[in-house]
């Protein structure tokens, strides 16, 4: 059996997904559903078990010899998050539970870091994984710190020779957008907000440029496909001598400008793009640059060509946003 938790989730769902492609079951998934729709996500999924977050460490060791793996999308993931103790108590602590358990048991452990603990960094974007490197890094957000908080104890914990769990891969997810996002709402990718004002026929509002050497809409980011990164998280389980945290972007940073376009195009319309001021509060914090360094995912064996955001984007109209049914 494969745990997956944060399955119901954007990244999660797709994961679990690709197991079930894969023949990789049965699958047990984690996850609070709430009464939104987050439940179609996995609706068409065939799972085993549906664990909530709190009970999950008694549901593993009532099936610690069927675990085979572990595999933590779990976590609050919104940037704008305020709550800290929660930040602690749901990224932090469950994470380092997981951990334990999985040491402990001797299941390999997978888990979701973030791009965002590299901070306001637009460059050198290098997924170092010792305590020295992880040190230096400066996250704008409550979120992006737990994270890197999160990547710090296990590093620690390596370094010292403490226990761990056999495999244990940690992955630096870059701008991740396509199919099951939708319930992210404010926190869904560009292209699903860029699809949306479209079809409102609506203009489309771009953050104008607040640097001389950058023009408006120029602004650079590293768009990854979710399908992409379920993929590699599924090939990670079939190298269990891989071990360390890991970029996983493209390595080929675009515009936003390039995107909107690209979504006009696709939908074969012509709203016209107006460049709006960068809120004051995250002008001084603003990214204009991020892009993946993938060397080190490549050099462990990684062969995947990655989906260029043309085909990205049409995959995602083509087959979900434009059809009746949106769901993976």
């Known amino acids: 059996m494969i745990i997956v938790t944060g399955?119901?989730?954007?990244?999660g769902s797709n994961i679990v997904a690709d197991l079930e492609r894969l023949g990789r079951g049965p699958i047990a998934v984690c996850d609070w559903f709430g009464s939104g729709d987050k439940w179609l996500n996995l609706a068409k999924r065939s799972i085993a078990a549906f664990v909530a977050p709190e009970r999950l460490i008694d549901f593993l060791n009532a099936n610690?010899?069927?675990?085979?793996?572990?595999?933590?999308?779990?976590?609050?993931?919104?940037?704008?998050?305020?709550d800290v103790d929660r930040l602690i108590e749901l990224n932090i602590n469950f994470s380092v539970n997981l951990?334990?358990?999985?040491?402990?048991?001797?299941?390999?452990?997978?888990?979701?870091?973030?791009?965002?603990?590299?901070g306001s960094r637009e460059a050198d974007f290098s997924d170092h994984d010792d305590l020295?490197?992880?040190?230096?890094l400066r996250p704008l957000n409550g979120y992006g710190w737990s994270k890197k908080a999160v990547d710090q104890i296990f590093a620690a914990r390596v370094a010292e020779g403490l226990p761990t769990p056999p495999q244990w891969v940690g992955f630096k997810f870059f701008n991740v957008y396509g199919p099951n996002e939708y319930h992210?709402?404010?926190?869904?990718?560009?292209?699903?907000?860029?699809?949306?004002?479209?079809?409102?026929?609506?203009?489309i509002k771009l953050f104008k440029s607040h640097r001389p050497d950058i023009r408006d809409g120029e602004q650079l980011r590293d768009f990854v496909y979710v399908k992409d990164c379920s993929k590699i998280v599924c090939w990670t389980l079939d190298n269990p001598t891989l071990s360390g945290v890991f970029n996983l972007g493209t390595g080929k940073a675009r515009s936003f400008l390039d995107l909107a376009m690209l979504v006009r195009g696709r939908l074969n319309q012509h709203a016209s793009i107006e460049f709006i001021d960068m809120p004051e509060a995250i002008r001084a914090k603003y990214q204009y640059f991020t892009q993946a360094d993938v060397s080190k995912l490549r050099l462990a064996g990684m062969n995947l060509e990655f989906t260029s955001l043309e085909d990205g984007i049409a995959d995602y109209l083509d087959h979900y946003l434009l059809t009746d049914d949106r769901y993976r």
């Open 7 to 11: 399955a119901a989730g954007f990244i």
């Open 64 to 82: 610690s010899t069927a675990v085979r793996a572990v595999i933590h999308m779990g976590a609050i993931s919104a940037t704008t998050a305020k």
């Open 99 to 118: 951990w334990d358990w999985c040491a402990s048991a001797q299941v390999p452990f997978l888990y979701a870091s973030s791009a965002a603990t590299y």
């Open 132 to 136: 020295a490197s992880l040190s230096q």
């Open 184 to 203: 992210k709402d404010d926190m869904r990718s560009v292209i699903s907000k860029v699809f949306d004002t479209i079809q409102a026929g609506e203009e």
